[in-house]
């Protein structure tokens, strides 16, 4: 009885935060879909019939189709690189055996506790003596700035993951003629795949949501989407349902990267659960 009564209070409990969680998104949905003058009267007093999808045509047509895209890009060029050094980087401090090994790898986990804020400003003049501070540049720039904040968390999520492949597999390959890279791309990288695309999901959001190093790094042409957003938000603008229509647009792509990938992403959790 006890213990079903823990279920029941688990359950409610759930299903509280839930709300907790739900009410906000409905509200802002509901204020992107109405027009201005009902949804300041309250959006749960709004006429239903008064529902319409302009919202989302003016602030698209209004800048935010800009802003979108320069967050895609981005945010593809940095899981791409952050994943193409944080694989191999993992799979190194998995499998093999170097000097300093210990120490490298501690210094690069420290990346995952440095504030950003504490580098923004030392970045601007690097920025400008390397030439990423000009046209198309930016993206490199700013993905170099993600994949060095982003690299210590791949090989710390990703190594787990490497480090349970059975040394047989890789023995064998290397038996068969396979060389060291071989080795990895052919054997490991694909039973890592569950801890990689776990890894893609949870760097995506990062780099997506982010706002201080977009504002701070990129100018007015190649700014992410959260800054489009933070622009509509001006005190002597009443915009919120261009706000909130704005909001519901920029978490789609997450929304649909999710759930692509949710299945391996699962898979991830529940093998990192379990690895030592």
Known sequence: MTSQRRIVAL?????????????????AAAIAILPLDQSTKGWWRADPATATLDNFSRV????????AVNSLVIAILSV???????????YAFARMSFRFKGFVQAMLLTTM???????????IPWFRTLGLNTGSWQYLGIALVHTAFGAGWSIF??????????????ESAKIDGAGAFKAFS????PLALPGIVSFIIIDFVFVWNDLLMGLTLLDADHRPITVGLANLNAPQLNQ??????????????????????????????????VKG
């Open 80 to 90: 791409l690189i952050t994943l193409a050094v944080g694989t191999l980087a993992a």
């Open 240 to 273: 919120d349902d261009l706000i909130s229509a704005g909001s519901i647009l920029a978490i789609l792509p997450p929304l649909l990267l999710f759930a692509l990938l949710n299945r391996y992403y699962v898979k991830g959790l529940f093998a990192g659960a």
């Open 186 to 189: 052919a054997i490991a990288l």
């Open 60 to 67: 698209w047509n209004g800048g935010l189709s800009g802003y």
């Open 157 to 170: 999520m990703l190594s787990s993951f490497f480090e349970a492949i059975p040394n047989e597999l890789i």
């Open 11 to 27: 359950y409610a409990l759930l299903t509280l935060a839930s709300i907790v969680w739900i009410v906000p998104v409905v509200g």
């Open 113 to 123: 506790i440095v504030p950003v804020q504490i580098i923004l400003i030392p970045l």
